[in-house]
């Protein structure tokens, strides 16, 4: 039987910020399920922790939910949907569904090839490595950048974007947030008038693309994507209003 609330906030691990996003991290899968945990109304206390090996997969984020201790965003949703008696797309009907999670896999699978490249390959990379080796002890800094770009580059070789020139892969992240934008229209959110887990992980790879600082090419055409600005200006006013700027009186 499903328990109401957690009996304690879920302990969310996840990196730190930067780069000019306003949310407590700059990283989309975290976001994503911080994102999720805020629509499902269950608490939550976010711990920084820019050690991915630490999870018990080895990458961010992971949750300490009492004496479970989970990695992977999905599998962290699923579990916790069970758990707490939560689903979010329970308005939505098959076919619904079904579109959420091929655009759920088209960020997760695709897009995010492309926003990792240019990251950290593309125009300001080298600043946004060295902002993040900063959060590192001293000794580390120097090793951090060169291990990261060495690591992501292997991982972007063998999942396919990373074969490419660099214009090739800007033109395909493109095209995701393009489609996205089409899709989207003037809806509220990405199915309805309520939000599902599609978004979630839909604001979690938008916002840290669209808030990063910089002129890189990719992030920029997604800030100049006004339906995708104003969808996550809505999620942010209405779920994480502690990031808005200070009225102006």
Sequence with gaps: MASPRPSAPIR??????????????????????ETWLRFAGLPCEVVTENNAKKGPKGKAPWIEDGEVTMGDSELVIDYLGQRYGIDLDAHLGPAERAVGLAWQRTFEEHYHQAFEHQLFFGRGGRARLDAFARGFPPLMRRLVPIALTAALHRQLVARGLGRHREHEVIAMGKADLDAFSVFLGDRHYALG???????????????????VEGDNPLFCHAASLDNLTAYCERIRARYFTETLPPARI
């Design 193 to 211: 008038d309520e939000p599902s887990t599609t978004d979630a992980t839909t604001f979690g790879f938008l916002a840290t693309t669209i808030y």
């Design 12 to 33: 969310l691990y996840m990196p730190a910020t930067g780069w000019g996003v306003p949310f407590a991290t700059n990283a989309p899968f975290p976001l994503k399920l």
